[in-house]
């Protein structure tokens, strides 16, 4: 893919606050099933769900903007020590010959973490992806993350405007709450079983969602 501009950004000023997103989260509950039958799905739509989806709320097909996800970065905003570092290439597979055969191959990603991440409070998380031939306004993420069916935190990051044909750099500061002793014990006793869902917006429309699942047992 061809670019010609490259965008760096921090996402300081753009997070939405937390205690909004609870009372929003509060109005009206959905189910995901109710939400796979809309036609267009928002930002309100997802704060309203009350538990991790079981399945992907929007179609591959859906991102008409080709945007590409490239490489992630994890660092400890407070020791600046990088927790992880990931390039799509490192994985050295013919990612069209996977998709192929699992179309949601991409969609999904486990993590495994040591006991001791639970435990930091500020992670800055850059993101490098590539934009197709059309503009993108308001790109926006929203993530969710859950212990079994309780919410953690919700998470809801602004992109802002990206060019076409362009590659872009942003980090995002992640604020973890700190977590009471017993809910941590009961998460590094089950791996996998806290998730995540990532949406993605151009426009208040849903266009890429993500999911993954963690480990505390690293």
């Given at each position: ?5 490259t965008?760096?950004?921090n996402?300081?000023g ?5 205690d ?20 267009c ?11 991790i989806?079981?399945s992907y ?50 969609r ?6 040591p ?47 990206c ?8 980090e995002?500061?992640y604020?973890?709450p ?8 009961e ?14 917006f ?10 993954a ?6």
């Amino acid at each position: 893919m061809s670019s010609r501009g490259t965008r760096t950004g921090n996402s300081g000023g753009k997070k939405k606050s937390n205690d909004f997103l609870a009372r929003r989260a509060k109005d009206k509950i959905v189910s995901e099933e109710e939400l796979k039958g809309k036609e267009c799905i928002t930002p309100d739509d997802v704060l309203n769900l009350d538990k991790i989806t079981e399945s992907y709320l929007c179609p591959n097909d859906a991102n008409v903007y080709n945007i590409e996800f490239t490489g992630f970065k994890l660092r400890d905003v407070d020791s600046g020590m990088i927790l992880l570092d990931v390039n799509r290439d490192d994985n050295g597979y013919d990612n069209e010959e996977d998709e192929s055969a699992d179309p949601n191959i991409g969609r999904y990603i486990r993590y495994e973490f040591p006991a001791k991440f639970l435990e930091l409070r500020h992670v800055g998380a850059t993101v490098r992806f590539s934009i197709g031939d059309k503009p993108v306004e308001n790109f926006r993420m929203i993530e969710r993350h859950f212990f079994r069916d309780q919410l953690l935190k919700s998470f809801d990051f602004e992109f802002g405007f990206c060019i076409p044909n362009s590659n872009n750099t942003v980090e995002h500061i992640y604020e973890f709450p700190k977590l009471e002793k017993q809910l941590m014990e009961e998460m590094i006793a089950n791996p996998f079983q806290t998730r995540s869902d990532s949406f993605y917006f151009v426009g208040d429309r849903l266009v890429m969602h993500n999911k993954a699942d963690y480990s505390y047992q690293g």
